[in-house]
Nanobody, 119 residues
Framework: VQLVESGGGLVQPGGSLRLSCAAS????????MGWYRQAPEKERELVAV???????NYAESVKGRFTISRDYAKNTVYLQMNSLKPEDTAVYYCNTDRNGLVPYRPYFWGQGTRVTVSS
C-alpha cells in the first residue's frame, strides 16, 4: 500500500490550500480514507475521515473550514483547507484503513506533507 501526499506549503492566515493523497495497492472503493495532523510537540489528531460509503466526520476545530472528498476514478482523496489559522500548522498525514469497516481505524500511513500558516 502506498499513500503519496502533496499540496502542503506556506500560506498566510486566512488563505487556502488543497492537499491531495494518491493511493495505490488497495481497492480504493473498499476503504475509508482519512487525514490526521501532528503539530510540533503535540499528539497526532484526526482532521477528517471519509468512509468507503462517503460518510464524513470532521474534527470540531476544522468544521466549516475544511472539506474532505474523494475521487474514485483517480484513487485520490483531497483535503480542501480554507480560512487557515496559525494553529492549523502541522504535518498532515493521509491514511487508510485495513478493511473498510466502521468505525474508521487508520492502518496505512503516508509520509506526510507540511503545512505552515504564518504571515
Amino acid at each position: 500500500v502506498q499513500l503519496v501526499e502533496s499540496g502542503g506549503g506556506l500560506v498566510q492566515p486566512g488563505g487556502s490550500l488543497r492537499l491531495s493523497c494518491a493511493a495505490s495497492g488497495i481497492i480504493f472503493s473498499m476503504h475509508g480514507m482519512g487525514w490526521y495532523r501532528q503539530a510540533p510537540e503535540k499528539e497526532r489528531e484526526l482532521v477528517a475521515v471519509i468512509t468507503k460509503g462517503g460518510s464524513i466526520n470532521y474534527a470540531e476545530s476544522v468544521k466549516g473550514r475544511f472539506t474532505i472528498s474523494r475521487d474514485y476514478a483517480k484513487n485520490t482523496v483531497y483535503l480542501q483547507m480554507n480560512s487557515l489559522k496559525p494553529e492549523d500548522t502541522a504535518v498532515y498525514y493521509c491514511n487508510t484503513d485495513r478493511n473498510g469497516l466502521v468505525p474508521y481505524r487508520p492502518y496505512f500511513w503516508g509520509q506526510g506533507t507540511r503545512v505552515t500558516v504564518s504571515s
